[in-house]
RNA sequence: GCCGACAUAGCUCAGUGGCUAGAGCGGCUGUUUUGUAAACAGCGGGUCGUGGGUUCGAAUCCCUCUGUCGGCUCCA
């Protein structure tokens, strides 16, 4: 899902991917070649070696032979020739995955796997005719089928690193063979390079799973099983306090909670349309006392609809408005997880709102403002993807209501003038979504908040309400999440401050810090936190046999917001200097405080869920 | 799930067939009584992820399982 890249870093990184693949040919010349195309930041190329593997040792031998074809400044020149030409080409250079694309170009008319199999049933596809000749491109001594484009010459590539190897089905499909993945980034010059590689040198810092460890925030264990996190006291302030942000967002626009069990009997997901799709996903759970067959729940929203059908509903009730931050279950594969950005216990902060069609605008207004309050909050900037159906049948409802629901969602999008872009084929099987992508402070991008658009499962659940003129109609569902989920968001917030939270979800805000050992010094400052305590701080005391400068490196390293120092000036009634977290100063100078002034004004800080200290 | 790499103390990591497996940090104890990013000394701490195999001998070689990481694929 790479951005559009400008014509000429796409032709520089596609050029490299074809200088790699001809070095890797020099160094072995017995490699058959996959694919080679451009990806977001970089390129890569499928090579197999036959029973040899390469690794990232390999990297220095193929990145000089890169370096020797790059100063030779061999031109890139286009050849075409008819395919069954290069059919026999293939054949000859033993390059037998060229030659199944070269069929499937004359077969077919395209290599694309969803369009090979609509032209297997038949059916017309835009690039429908017969392809009868094809474009190879040639540098040096090698030649490859590609349909450009490439820059004039090879030392017109910019700058680039070979950066891993991974593992590939051939065109992606297991029972493929497995090819090896070579990876590399490009860019146009070599500052961007450097500024690229520096990124990834801060995100590596800022890893959530480090991060997690170092912070004490969560921790896994092998009794437990994979992608199952578990959270410790201070992990859990964290995600405590950002649920009930987004719990008091919604309860402020007329969202009420409610509570459900974990598990249900399947029979409530066959009637949603969940089971038939995603069936497989489900963690089944086996009941000694009844032939129930029960599973964990996946998702909430089966649950929701059979609050809203307990009993007749009017439009006068309509809105209805249920919130729910609560876990669900899915049994992912192992393969897949990872951290808290993959888990197998989610936990949602989830909402559904049964309205009238006359209600719909309001409703989304309301959590487009909802999400927009949140991440101005966070600090970190959102635009939104209208995640569409494509024409497959993957979907349910009538195309007519599609149509409409998604003509909705984008006024709401344009009405509130957020930053938008549209993509077909990321809707859910029951509707059409509104994606927000929040970008964090090294300028990542990353999927959070949702709004989506249900006309199907009021109606497969028989929801209705009575209208004014007497008839039963269904309402809609809009579902809607602010986080998305509570673990994958973490794992997204955690990397966004590095650990540096704000004031309002710091698991620690205060820590006091003993000048010595001295009984007077040691109780003067467990007063101060009993103070602290009682206005909701969350307040740590240092009062080990250390040096100072040693406790605060601690608390610098633990990053606390905010740490005092308590001497004998400050026992006898002297103003405290509190040390304030770099990020969060808003001057460089210090202020002193009284004790009460300090923690009226941390206390009220936290409350107003300020990102920068008033102090 | 698939391919590959990896798993040694709470953490970060040394130790590649041969004595009782090591270091730094953290922890504990003592000395010190300390003023804004590391005082000093001592002491603990390991079934070398699990189970099996090869060998006179295994942290080290082979297999299984569990877990982690990088990808593939998937993500309601």
Known sequence: MSDKQPDQ??????????????????????????????VENGFYYDVDLGDEQLSEADFARIEAEMAKIIKAAEPFERIEMPVLDAVSWAEQNEQPYKKELLNDLQRAGTTVAKDLDAATLGVATEGDS????????????????????????????????????????????????????????????????RQYLDMLEEAKKRDHRKLGQELDLF???????????????????????????????????????????????????????????????????????????LV?????????????????????????RYLDTTMVYRDEKTGELGGLSRVRSITQDDSHAFVRPDQIEQQIDDLLASADEMYSTLGMKLRVRLSWRD???????????????????KNAVITN???????????????????????????????????????????????????????AQHPIMVHCALMGS???????????????????????????ISVNQEPE????????????????????????????????????????PYTVVFGEKEIGGGELMPRIRKDLAVSEDATSYTVTEFLKTVANEAKMRVSKTSL
Not at 26 to 33: F, G, I, Q, Y
Not at 391 to 409: F, I, N, P, R, V
């Open 9 to 38: 870093i796409y032709a520089m990184r596609h050029s490299l991917a074809h200088i790699m693949a001809s070095s890797i040919q020099h160094l072995w010349p017995n490699v058959k070649l996959g694919v080679g195309p451009v």
């Open 130 to 193: 017969k392809v009868e000749t094809v474009s190879f491109y040639r540098n040096g001594d090698f030649t490859d089928l590609c349909r450009g484009p490439h820059v004039e010459a090879t030392n017109k590539v910019g700058a680039f690193k070979l950066m891993r190897v991974a593992g590939a089905y051939w065109r992606g499909k297991e029972g493929n063979p497995q090819m090896q993945r070579v990876y590399g980034v490009a860019f146009a010059t070599p500052k961007e390079l």
């Open 219 to 293: 921790v896994f264990s092998d009794l437990v099983g994979s992608g199952l996190p578990l959270f410790t006291p201070r992990g859990t302030v964290l995600r405590e306090e950002l649920e009930r942000f987004s719990n008091e967002l919604r309860k402020s626009r007329g969202f009420d909670k409610v509570s459900i069990p974990h598990m249900t009997k399947k029979d409530l997901y066959e009637k949603s349309g969940h089971w038939a799709k995603f069936g497989d996903e489900l963690f089944l759970v086996k009941s000694q006392e009844t032939s129930d067959e």
């Open 486 to 512: 509570t673990e994958r968001f973490l794992s997204v917030y955690i990397e966004h401050t590095a650990g540096r939270f704000p004031v309002w979800n710091a698991p620690e805000q205060i820590r006091l």
């Open 417 to 471: 003038k957020l930053e938008y872009f549209e993509q077909e084929g990321e809707a859910a099987f029951y509707g059409p979504k509104i994606d927000f992508m929040a970008s964090d402070a090294i300028g990542r991008e990353h999927q959070v908040a949702t709004v989506q658009l249900d006309f199907v499962m009021p109606e497969r659940f028989g929801l209705e309400y009575i209208a004014e003129d007497g008839s």
């Open 521 to 560: 010094t040691v109780a003067f400052v467990e007063k101060i936190a009993v103070q602290a305590k009682a206005l909701g701080l969350r307040v740590s005391v240092d009062n080990s046999n250390e040096s100072v400068g040693k406790k605060i490196r601690s608390a610098e390293i633990w990053r606390v």
């Open 391 to 409: 024409d497959s049948d993957a979907y349910l409802g009538s195309k007519e209501l599609w149509a409409s629901a998604q003509e909705q969602l």
């Open 296 to 320: 964990l729940k996946p998702m909430n929203c089966p649950h929701h609809t059979q609050i809203y059908a307990s009993r007749p509903r009017s439009y006068r009730e309509l809105p209805i």
